[in-house]
């Protein structure tokens, strides 16, 4: 059932005159007649040159049959929820069909919940990770497989204490894939704390404070080097696939990523997630 606070919301739009801009990346004809629009709920026609206004132009809502009411109920309940929520779920919570559900969700990932690019600084961790579940070998048993042979999707992790995180899938994780990332998202003479990977061997020439934490030793805390903290953001995000979604493929994995990682860095905010989220859309 809808919260009361939201049972207003996208109840009626109301258009602004026609030289005005009324969306983001929307382009408004300007119409000599200085005319002001007729209004309706999904656009407004000019009467003196004729021309469409849409409210929702360049924005998700953007030819969109859903209500308004419906699209902010759905960004409240993924804002709300520490693990997601799965499609199936919002379909019964909106009353629409899967596909719709699926869309909504979809697009707020992709379009709202984007990452941002300031640059990490001081104290960030770094790590990688494998996402897919268990496979079976080719024994038919559950275990360890080689990485090449496995369909596991391999992610990089870097997270500044005591701030956000940046997380991204990637094709493999050779040194020639992971430090071009790891330059372009830690702020330079940071100190960067890793496992025991080859592949970050090198980040001391790069200009950062590099140390590392010897795992295989069964060494996970070292003073204060450790990478306890994207450690548990991976435990966070794959539990809440775990037990909600169950499955992600490759090609969905970046938007799962973007919501995980959305909601970690804007757990603390002043301002409520969901209103961040409304303002985003609005592009503000």
């Not at 999904?42 to 003196?48: F, I, L, W």
């Not at 799962?256 to 985003?280: G, I, K, P, S, V």
Request: charge should be positive; charged fraction near 20%.
């Amino acid at each position: 059932m809808m919260p009361p606070a939201l049972s207003g919301f996208g109840a009626t739009v109301t258009l602004p005159t026609a030289n005005t801009r009324i969306a983001r990346n929307a382009t408004v004809i300007a119409c000599s007649s200085g005319t002001a629009p007729r209004s309706s709920a999904s656009r407004g026609r000019v009467t003196g040159c004729g021309h469409h206004l849409h409210p929702t132009a360049g924005t998700i809502y953007h030819k969109s049959s859903t209500s308004l009411r419906l699209w902010f109920y759905a960004m409240f309940l993924m804002t709300s929820t520490r693990c997601g929520i799965s499609a199936k779920q919002m379909e019964r919570e909106l009353g629409c069909n899967y596909k719709t559900a699926a869309r909504i969700m979809r697009l707020i990932r992709r379009d709202l919940m984007v990452q941002g690019d300031e640059p990490l600084r001081g104290t960030v961790e770094v790590d990688e990770s494998y996402f897919g579940g268990k496979e079976k070998s080719r024994t038919g048993k559950q275990g360890r497989i080689p990485v090449a042979l496995s369909k596991k999707v391999a992610v990089l992790g870097m997270v500044e204490r005591g701030g956000q995180v940046r997380v991204m899938p990637v094709a493999n994780i050779k040194r020639a894939t992971l430090l071009p990332r790891v330059v372009e998202r830690v702020f330079p003479a940071s100190t960067i704390y890793t496992d025991e990977l080859h592949s970050y061997k090198v980040l001391t020439g790069l200009g950062f404070r590099h140390k590392r934490v010897h795992h295989r030793e069964k060494v996970y805390v070292s003073g204060d080097v450790h990478t306890n903290t994207i450690e548990g953001f991976w435990s966070l995000t794959k539990n809440g696939i775990r037990g909600v979604y169950h499955a992600v493929s490759a090609r969905h994995l970046l938007g799962y990523l973007n919501e995980y990682a959305w909601r970690y860095n804007h757990r603390a905010d002043d301002r409520a997630t969901f209103e961040t989220l409304l303002l985003r859309a609005a592009g503000r």
